[in-house]
């Protein structure tokens, strides 16, 4: 089964301090990981995917799949940067090739001035 | 690039009763997929279509069902809605569908069962 586990629902940092947002996975098979992210009175957008390897908005991730985790992180945090945020899983388990995404129950990040 | 789409915004129906959400896709892309979204919760996997056929589905019940059609269109149907069934319904499409494809969300349908 896949599972995707955001352990902070809420997570507060002043403008300029690093954040990580944690993301733990739960999955028998190789996974396809992203993050997406919901800024205020928008829709649910991709911010990036460890595919990628890109930094998108100051954000990284990476895939440890030793300890099965994809932190998302940013060294200096920005205003702008509040939204909530979601971890997903996409993944093959059951030898189905289509894109489910398993999502978790997302981290509201708050950056205060 | 013209972005998803889906109607209508807000929903209100009773128990027992049947809706049809829509979804428009954007073109050029054959696989949409749909989300139940309750509150506080992340987005739930209902199915996902492809070409015009289920291409694969969660843990939904039959009276969710959905149809595809030629002209990047879908609906969701839910039959003998449920309070539970109150929900955010987003669609999401891509190019193929497959596991590192990207999906691009609509902004959702928001049902309320009474």
Redesign the interface.
Known sequence: AQR?TQPEKLLSVFKGAPVELKCNYSYSGSP?L?W?VQYSRQ????LL?H?SRESIKGFTADLNKGETSFHLKKPFAQEEDSAMY?C?L???AGG???????????TILTVHP | ETGVTQSPTHLIKTRGQQVTLRCSSQSGHNTVSWYQQALGQGPQFIFQYYREEENGRGNFPPRFSGLQFPNYSSELNVNALELDDSALYLCASSLAGGLADTQYFGPGTRLTVL
Not at chain 1, 43 to 46: A, I, P, S, V
Not at chain 1, 96 to 106: E, H, V
Request: glycine share 16%.
């Open positions: 995707v396809e992203f997406y829709r649910l957008q991709l995917r595919i979601y997903a996409s993944g093959n189905t090739s289509y894109g489910k995404l398993t999502f978790g129950q997302g």
